[in-house]
C-alpha cells in the first residue's frame, strides 16, 4: 500500500521525481530533498565548506556514500541561497533548476549526462553552464538529460546512441546542446524515456 514519505521539514511539496534507486523532492521553501540509493552519488548531500576547502579538502577526502532512508535536504543548494524550483532523477544522476534559472547536475557522469564536459561523477551538486539562458524544466532519462529555456528552447546532452538527443546523428554530447529542429517551436515541458525524448509545444503539439 501507499506510504507517507517520512517529514524532515515542516512544509509542503511542490515537485516530485522518481530515478530508478533513489528519490528527489522540491519543496514549496525552495530546498531539494533526496533519499534512496546512494551509490553513484546520485542523492548529493555531501558538503564541503568553503573554510574547508581552502585548508586543502576535496571530494576526495570524503567517505563512501550512504543510503537514505528518509528524505535528507540536500545541503550545497541549501548553501547557495538560491530556491530551487524544478529537479529530475534519472537512474543514477540528479538535475535542479533554480528559480533564476540555474541547473546544477549531480551523480554518475556516465555518457556525458550531467553535462560538464567529461564522464566524471559528481557527489556534490555542481552548476552546468548554459550560457546565459535560463532554464525552466528539466529532464532525466537513464544516460540522458534534456532542459528546457525560459525561452521555450530545448537543449539536450549525454548518450545518443539511438537519435534520442534530436541532433540528426547518433552522438554522445557531453554539454547541453540546442535541438535546432525545435527552433521556432517553443516548447514548455520535455520529458526522457530510456532511449527516446518528448518535446510539449506551447501550442499542444508533440515532438
Known sequence: ??????????????????GLGHSVVVLESGDVVTFGLARQYQLGLDYIK?????????????????????????PALKALGDRMGNAAAGSSHTLAVSQSGHVYSWGSGAF???????????????QVEFKRKRI????????????????????????????NLGHGDNTEVLIPKLVEALLGKPCISVACGSKHTLALTAYGAVF
Open 1 to 18: 500500500m501507499p506510504e507517507a514519505a517520512k517529514r524532515t521539514v515542516n512544509t509542503k511539496k511542490k515537485l516530485i521525481s522518481a
Open 50 to 74: 568553503e573554510k574547508e576547502r581552502r585548508n586543502g579538502k576535496t571530494e576526495a577526502d570524503l567517505g563512501d556514500p550512504i543510503d537514505r532512508h528518509s528524505p535528507q535536504v540536500v
Open 136 to 163: 525552466a524544466r528539466v529532464a532525466c532519462g537513464p544516460d540522458h538529460s534534456a532542459a528546457v529555456s525560459e525561452a521555450g528552447e530545448v537543449l539536450t546532452w549525454g548518450a545518443g546512441s539511438y537519435g
Open 112 to 126: 556525458g549526462k550531467l553535462g560538464h564536459g567529461n564522464d566524471t561523477n559528481v557527489r556534490i551538486p555542481r
